[in-house]
């Protein structure tokens, strides 16, 4: 065992699309100790990444599934010029074209859900958003969420950390998770003001909404927040627009 290999940034050619690694509609890919880093100035909101890892899909059936990236440091860039709320992303999974744009609601088999996808003791440092994982938008009977996707697994030794993410002005998220089914989150840290951060407005640590029907699984997660100004939108962990007949499941967090 020796050093990660660390993959370094260029320069950016967009405000909505660029990633250190960028999969396209792909499988089957494990990313085991591959370290990234964003040198772009935060002052240049073209230079910079938006995603460290990014999961895109191709169309709206050619998606990322069985995806497993692990034991990797993410050191990105966080830009105070972005309003989305969200970029830059340590790991980052939407059903969006590969330059970041939206995509219609055209989805018709649970094949185009980007599911199966597992994270585990990955470090994410200088973030908005640690992990963002958004799914398809589906209607009632809602079978077209993303599905089985794995954040810490089922060990301490597999949880992720994510520190000094959020910023001053726009705030952020450890996790931001939507339209997901059968999600694991478990064992994970996550410090907005650790590793170099500061107290920050409009921070959650883990946001699970816009999920019917559902099941999700929080279990053993350690949050740690600095806030510089308490809102609505500051919690540890929070759900929203959640209803149906899921499970959620949520202890020691």
Known sequence: SGTNPKITASSGSSDAGDAVIKLVGSDYITFDGIDLSDPNSYLDSIAVMEAGYALVKFDENDRCQNITIKNCSITLTKNVNYSTGFFPCGIYQA???????????????????????????NTIKKVRTGIYLIGYNASTPYF?????????????????VIQNFSDSIYGG??????????????????????????????????SFSSSNNASVTLSDNKITLAIARYTSTSDGAIMSSISGTGTITMQYD
């Not at 998220?173 to 920050?200: D, E, P």
């Open 95 to 121: 059903h969006r074209y590969p330059n970041g744009g939206t995509m219609p609601n055209l989805m018709s088999s649970t094949s185009g859900a980007q599911s199966n996808n597992k994270f585990y003791n």
């Open 144 to 160: 077209l969420y993303d599905q089985n996707n794995d954040i810490g697994g089922s060990t301490y030794a597999m949880g992720n």
């Open 173 to 206: 998220y450890g996790m931001l998770l939507v339209n997901q089914n059968n999600l694991n989150i478990c064992y994970n840290r996550i410090n907005n003001s650790a590793g170099g951060g500061i107290a920050t407005p409009y921070t959650s640590g883990i």
